[in-house]
């Protein structure tokens, strides 16, 4: 069974960094997958973040472009994603996405969440 969780949320205060992790475990060719965090907000819609293709090309939402850095280790089945100036409307719940191309495969991490306030 394939799974994937997000790890490294928490309180911050502006300004601050964190560095978010999401480990894929189970029967997965990890490095074929296209991967991403997004986020949602209380009273929001989900958002997409961040994205890696399994090249590595990356793209960013226009509101963290230059803040986070989204990075992938395919040795450890394990993405990234290193924010830093954070804002207190970074604040919401991640998820990491991973998405198969081309095909149906499509799976969610239960999500991390991050506070950032003084």
């Known amino acids: 069974q394939v799974q994937f969780v997000e790890s490294g949320g928490g309180l911050v205060q502006p300004g601050g960094s964190l560095r978010l992790s999401c480990a894929a475990s189970?029967?997965?060719?990890?490095?074929?997958?296209?991967m991403s965090w997004y986020r949602q907000a209380p009273g929001k819609q989900r958002e997409l973040v961040a994205s890696?293709?399994?090249?590595?090309?990356?793209n960013y939402a226009d509101s963290v472009k230059g803040r986070f850095t989204i990075s992938r280790d395919n040795a450890k089945n394990t993405m990234y994603l290193q924010m830093s100036s954070l804002k207190p409307e970074d604040t919401a719940v991640y998820y990491c996405?991973?998405?198969?191309?081309?095909?149906?495969?499509?799976?969610w991490g239960p999500g991390t969440q991050v506070t950032v306030s003084s």
């Open positions: 189970g029967s997965i060719i990890f490095n074929i997958y296209s």
């Open positions: 890696i293709t399994s090249g590595g090309r990356t």
């Open positions: 996405n991973a998405h198969r191309p081309f095909t149906t495969y499509d799976f």
